[in-house]
């Protein structure tokens, strides 16, 4: 890790006072996109050619993305199969972020 931050701070990619940045458990800012499913709100984009695929705002780091799309065979209970559709989206965050406090973090999220 520390070749990858000295490497970063030679090309300018990240300011060193961020890359001195503490991991925390300091919640990050969620992105302003929000979805509200029974009055409970989710905040994610989609992704996408041009589109951000972060979860949350004021993010500096890398990004994993996978939609896994496909389908299944299930069987009920009288033997009878129908086709199951299976859609899944899975990412990981791993930088640095502005959390709820102001304060500059680092930390590492995923979601299934």
Do not use: C, W
């Not at 919640?27 to 499913?37: D, L």
Request: charged residues 10%; without cysteine; hydrophobic residues 40%.
């Amino acid at each position: 890790m520390a070749s990858v931050a000295g490497a970063a701070v030679g090309t300018g990619m990240f300011p060193t006072n961020v890359l001195a940045a503490k991991p925390s458990n300091a919640a990050p800012k969620p992105t302003t996109n929000a979805v509200s499913i029974n009055g409970v709100d989710f905040h994610f984009t989609f992704f996408g050619p041009g589109i951000d695929p972060t979860s949350i705002t004021d993010f500096n780091g890398f990004v994993g993305v996978a939609d896994v799309q496909g389908t299944g065979t299930g069987t009920n209970l009288d033997g009878s199969t129908e086709t199951l559709l299976f859609d899944s989206d899975m990412r990981f965050m791993s930088g640095v972020y502005v959390g709820m406090d102001g304060a500059v973090h680092k930390g590492t999220f995923g979601f299934v």
